[in-house]
DNA sequence: CAGAATCCGTGGGGATACTG
DNA sequence: CAGTATCCCCACGGATTCTG
């Protein structure tokens, strides 16, 4: 029934209000682990912390604990470059960067939602399947 | 309007019946370029090819003529592993296997049309996004 | 605080050649 | 025909350290 907690929760757009959790690890599998994987490994999750509004770099490092600044930075930067995020320097503070969707990002919310649906209905047939077929070829490698 | 000749049909379950195109990536982009991905490089391309019914491995280099014979058996074993795919040897004649949709890997076929779509829709703006912002970083690093 | 710089290991993906 | 078997490369991701 989960993966280090997935799938708990597929309504992108419905939950998560406000505070970011403490670990989006433990909440939602990193895109690799999913037959359906928008951009590269962590674009989804960072999509998802962006959904409710403008997130500073130390923001998404909280609920993104497990991905290194640099990683982070890559991913932030590529979907820059894609258009579905927007970085912006505010001049208020020192060093006060946020980063944001884009209306274009915005959109992919919506096949996103479809895709996590998917996976969150079949995730257990996906295990199962995994599953058997490791225990297959264990079992062909034994004898 | 296009890369490769990517978009032109986005119409996953209503396109494509029986004879396989020539040339696949000259039609659809391996999952790289997109950032909706299933699985890995090729999946989604071959999935596509198996849409309309089983095919042989021979049948499959085909449209993909582009995939090594190594990596298409990679990515068709990891598409068995997760129980998307079913391989089946037919003793009929000599060495014939077949590759068909399990009832999961027909399931997403909707999702997978869906964002479809999607890219299909913003294909354009996501060329002009990253075309612009090529640019910028070009005219960055010469002034 | 928001990264940049550096170093590094792994492996995904490709080319080529070979086989039952 | 349906793959293996090798070899290779470099891009991805991670750890750590440094900086304006």
Redesign the pocket.
């Known amino acids: 029934m989960r993966v280090g907690g997935y799938p708990m929760d597929t309504g992108y757009g419905e939950t998560m209000r406000e505070p970011l959790p403490a670990d989006l690890f433990d909440e939602l599998c990193p895109s690799s682990l999913n037959p359906i994987r928008f951009g590269?490994?962590w674009a989804a999750l960072i999509i998802r912390c962006l959904e409710d509004g403008p997130r500073?770099?130390?923001e998404l490092r909280v609920p993104l604990s497990r991905?290194?600044?640099?990683?982070l930075?890559?991913s932030l930067r590529a979907l820059e470059r894609d258009g579905l995020v927007i970085?912006a320097v505010r001049p208020e503070a020192a060093?006060?960067?946020e980063y944001e969707l884009t209306a274009l990002g915005r959109s992919l919310l919506e096949p996103m939602a479809a895709a996590c649906a998917w996976t969150a209905q079949h995730w257990d047939q996906l295990l199962e399947a995994r599953e058997a077929h490791d225990d297959a070829a264990r079992l062909d490698r034994a004898g």
Do not use: N, Y
């Open positions: 590269d490994k500073r770099f130390s991905v290194t600044p640099k990683v930075t890559q970085r060093r006060h960067v």
